[in-house]
């Protein structure tokens, strides 16, 4: 016995150590909940702390947009943190928005009206407020809404900011319907009272059916009920809001789901079918009323649109000095526009009331309408967005000719996307010119390129790359081929994509060639960090160079800068390069937040330095990173870049 007590204790003696050890590393490959959720506190921290400091930095910036653009984004942030600071922050934001609009009220001089970066007025910044509080606290939003409007507006837009405000007032009640549906209907039905007929209206009670059946049921009969009993001939908005119920179709029965939020469409099902039937009546009705225009005359609902806002309403010259329509003339534009919209929906007239279908028809070879190239384009369209590879190729020979080439284009690379690269290159050579021909088979050659590289291949690639016109071509490649081998072979991505870098690792003459070291660093980041930092470094350098250069020109050649200052809203190339850098920053910072800041922090200007800072904290806090510049989007750079070029 003593002699298996003392063989036990020396074995325990022995792998005891090291099986502890071993257990360590297997929890340090596997952590815990709670070192996930201590990890996920410390990097809020670390981004809630260094919000902190860009809200202190945004207070010395000159310019109330650039402040109120972080206030905005800092008070979104920290809403569920510190309600009461965002509060604050967006209450600070309304007020630089007032001041905006004040200082806009007044007529610039000449050289505050040319270039990009003239004098705002402040409605687009007052729209993200608004829209951004929305998202947190409705009633908040309407006493913004109203706190901020203008009573003074700027000379010559009077007409203008009237439209703005019911366009941001539509907008936030279609938001407001998410959050607080109760109040959503109020403002709705308020809206019905005033006589606006917002195509919003449809929005809106699309969400109530999702999230409150009682008000929907409510809105739904006090806006039919309006609609039915108006004369919709009147007014330029109740047609358009009821055609844009009518185009879905009605409703489906009750024992189908109803569509959640985040699935609804522009224009969703929102009406029994019942309801849906005696409105396409009553619009009918209304339609069949048109005339033919007297004869030399070139008016229609769309002058009477422009018109009917007056001078100073966006017409100008000539325009303004024109008489307004009579009421006749509006009735007859509104009528004619009514046929010209249920030339959309003739398959649900002969549906739904096929009694009507036969004066409905008459009635557009009246006015001419009963070949209208337009509607047919459109309904083309639309085949394109849903179609398959058969229904494109079906559908081209009886689009518009000026239609035909974008459809067989759009029908090869469907088909690729099918798996079907043999016939993908049969319609390209059948059907396209060659420009577009070229650029589809390139595609194909691509994704086959794509499809069976491993690193046997390198020499078969470098002989595809020396075949390709351009460097440009090289590296969308290169990323596209990275891409595809980075699941089952980093080793193989990564090489790809260092063959990528030494097509620009160069000096970068053009933002396009700033664009393509974003895109190799951004496809660097889940692979090797460290290439992503130093090529982003490279960039920040230049950056700093050109934005110095363009401060030193600013007034003389170029109007990047606004009062000295860099405007944080991309509105030039410039502009969006600084934003995008700070995005793929904010990426990275999930990584490294550390190196992150410091290369932040290289800006040598403070506006970039606050935008890149910014990107970080929202990439921390789960956001997507970074204000939206002008033509950039969510995904990865780069991302099929070629075949959407070829499109």
């Known amino acids: 016995m003593k002699i298996w007590m003392t063989t036990f204790l020396i074995l325990g003696l022995t792998f005891g150590p090291a099986s502890f050890v071993a257990v360590q590393e297997i929890r340090s490959l596997n952590p815990s909940e709670e070192q996930q959720q201590k990890e996920k506190t410390e990097k809020k921290k670390k981004a809630y702390t260094l919000l902190e400091q860009v809200v202190d930095e945004a207070q010395l910036l000159r310019l109330p947009e650039n402040r109120a653009r972080v206030q905005i984004g800092a008070a979104d942030l920290l809403w569920e943190r510190n309600e009461g600071r965002a509060r604050t922050l967006f209450a600070l ?40 509080v929305a998202g ?64 919003s209206l449809g929005q809106v009670l699309a969400q109530l059916q999702a999230k409150d059946k009682e008000a929907a049921a409510k809105l739904e009969d006090k806006l039919v009920k309006r609609l039915l009993s108006a004369n919709i001939l009147s007014t330029l908005e109740a047609g358009p809001l009821a055609l844009s119920l009518l185009r879905p179709g009605p409703r489906p029965a009750e024992s189908n789901p109803a569509p959640s ?102 009635k557009m070879t009246e006015l001419g309408l009963a070949n209208n190239s337009r509607a047919a384009m459109i309904q083309v369209d639309r085949g394109m967005q849903q179609g398959t590879s058969d229904s494109l190729l079906a559908a081209a020979p009886s689009a518009p000719q000026i239609m035909q080439s974008r459809i067989y284009q759009q029908a090869a690379l469907v088909a690729l996307d099918e798996g079907n690269a043999d016939r993908a290159r049969q319609i390209a050579n059948d059907h396209l ?30 002989q595809t790359l020396a075949g390709l016109r351009s460097d440009d071509e090289r590296i969308d490649l290169l990323l596209q081929l990275s891409g595809s081998a980075r699941e089952n072979n ?36 889940d692979l090797e960090p460290a290439r992503s930092f130093e090529i982003l470094e490279a960039g920040i350098v230049q950056l700093n160079e050109l934005l110095t250069a363009a401060a030193t020109l600013s007034g003389f050649e170029v109007n990047v800068f606004q009062d000295g200052e860099l405007p944080l809203e991309g509105r030039n190339g410039l502009n969006n390069m600084v934003v995008r850098y700070g995005q793929v920053l904010g990426l990275l ?23 890149a800072r910014l990107s970080i904290v929202r990439s921390m806090l789960g956001k997507e990173p970074g204000f939206r510049s002008r033509g950039s989007g969510p995904g990865r750079f780069g991302q099929n870049i070629f075949i959407r070029r070829g499109q």
């Open 433 to 462: 010119e060659p420009r577009a021909r070229e650029s589809v088979l390139r595609a194909v050659e691509f994704r086959q390129t794509s499809g069976k590289i491993d690193s046997s291949k390198m020499a078969e690639v470098r």
């Open 93 to 132: 934001a309304a007020d630089g928005v007032v001041e905006m609009m004040r200082n806009a009220s007044a007529n610039p001089g000449p050289d505050e009206r040319r270039g990009p970066n003239r004098v705002r007025t402040g409605g687009p910044l007052r729209q993200e407020l608004i829209l951004a």
């Open 490 to 525: 980093p080793n193989l991505a990564v090489e790809l994509l260092n063959e990528a870098r030494q097509f620009t690792n160069r000096r970068a003459t053009n933002y396009r060639q700033l664009e393509q070291q974003l895109m190799v660093a951004d496809a660097f980041r």
């Open 589 to 611: 910072a999930t990584s490294d937040f550390d190196q992150s800041q410091t290369l932040a922090n290289r800006f040598q200007l403070s506006e970039p330095r606050i935008l």
């Open 136 to 199: 947190h606290d409705a009633t908040l939003a309407y006493q913004l809404l109203a706190s901020t409007r203008p009573s003074t507006p700027p000379p010559g837009t009077d007409n203008l900011r009237i439209n703005s405000d019911d366009n941001l007032e539509e907008r936030l009640l279609a938001q407001v319907a998410q959050l607080d549906p109760r109040l959503a209907l109020q403002h709705a039905e308020q809206m019905l009272d005033r006589g606006q007929y917002s195509r």
């Open 261 to 362: 939020p985040a699935s609804l469409s522009n224009y969703p099902q929102v009406l029994a079918p019942s309801t849906y039937t005696s409105l396409l009546g009553n619009v009918i009705e209304a339609a069949l009323k048109a005339l033919p225009p007297p004869a030399g005359s070139q008016r229609s609902a769309n002058n009477f649109r422009s018109r009917a806002r007056g001078p100073g309403g966006g017409g100008g010259g000539q325009n303004s000095a024109t008489t307004e329509p009579t009421a006749a003339e509006l009735e007859q534009g509104n009528a004619r526009r009514l046929l010209g919209g249920l030339q959309m929906m003739l398959s649900q007239i002969d549906q739904y009331l096929p009694g009507r279908s036969h004066a409905v028809r008459q």
